[in-house]
């Protein structure tokens, strides 16, 4: 989404190497997502249901 | 849709291995198990991230681009432990294809280019393609993140994102900017 979008932008970020933002932000599961730091899911999503909350995202 | 496509589709990279640096201190005892992957190889004693198997992954990943991706690696040489690795490593994917270039650039000489690039942490990889792909990297894409970090470089150099064409046609009216945030580990 990122590349397809030039207001997408995609972060990873391994847990190993940033633990104090990983503490920061409560990530007890992995792989865990955020979409402007506000909604969150952990696992995976089908395409539309990542999309559905990219277009719904504040 | 599998895990490798909803990464895949979303440009969205999951993660890596924590290697201590060849010069390190002594590897504390966790650390011996990891120093085995960052080994000296061939006769120039050249450091190696990636072994002969993932090297031809990568390059049989990145044969025939249509464009060009380039990886804007952010370093620093005090305080990041991994920084030496990812070096390697960037370098070691750039070389699989003559498309593919790496600029390596300290965070905090450069902090013009990281502030434009939205990067604030060592080690990150920004990837660029015909324009800024949005995509970055904070830590070592390693194991089960390597694969799809090579594929993310040749959708950069492509320009195509693996998408449903519906989801295109609902991206295009996206009003506001929206940062997709996965945390990740290699284990």
Redesign the interface.
């Known amino acids: 989404?990122?590349?397809?979008?030039?207001?997408?932008?995609?972060?990873?970020?391994?847990?190993?190497?940033?633990p104090r933002?990983?503490r920061k932000?409560r990530?007890s599961a992995?792989?865990?997502?955020?979409?402007?730091?506000d909604d969150a899911f952990i696992g995976?999503?089908?395409?539309?249901e990542?999309?559905d909350r990219?277009?719904r995202?504040r | 849709?599998s895990?490798e496509?909803?990464?895949a589709?979303?440009?969205?990279?999951?993660?890596?291995?924590?290697l201590s640096l060849a010069f390190a201190p002594p590897a504390a005892a966790g650390e011996e198990r990891l120093f085995a992957f960052f080994h000296r190889g061939g006769d120039k004693g050249e450091r190696h991230v990636l072994g002969e198997k993932e090297l031809s992954a990568a390059r049989s990943a990145l044969q025939d681009l249509q464009g060009e991706a380039r990886l804007v690696l952010f370093t620093e040489e005090k305080d990041c432990k991994?920084c030496g690795e990812a070096e390697v490593l960037m370098r070691e994917i750039a070389s699989c294809s003559p498309k593919v270039s790496l600029e390596v650039l300290s965070l905090s000489a450069e902090n013009s280019r990281a502030e434009e690039l939205?990067v604030d942490?060592v080690?990150a990889v920004a990837l660029l393609?015909s324009?800024?792909?949005?995509?970055?990297?904070?830590?070592?894409?390693l194991g089960y993140?390597f694969e799809t970090f090579v594929n993310?470089v040749r959708?950069?150099a492509e320009?195509?994102?693996e998408?449903?064409p519906?989801?295109?046609d609902?991206?295009?009216?996206?009003?506001?900017?929206?940062?997709?945030?996965?945390?990740?580990?290699?284990t």
Do not use: C, W
């Open positions: 989404m990122a590349i397809g979008s030039d207001r997408v932008r995609a972060e990873i970020i391994d847990i190993q190497t940033f933002i990983t932000h990530v992995i792989p865990k997502t955020f979409i402007n730091y995976t999503e089908e395409e539309a990542i999309l990219v277009m995202a | 849709m895990l496509r909803i990464v589709g979303t440009g969205i990279v999951p993660s890596l291995l924590a991994e939205g942490k080690p393609g324009a800024d792909t949005g995509i970055r990297y904070y830590g070592l894409p993140e993310a959708r950069a320009g195509e994102p998408l449903a519906e989801t295109m609902a991206l295009g009216g996206l009003e506001k900017p929206v940062t997709i945030t996965v945390f990740v580990a290699d």
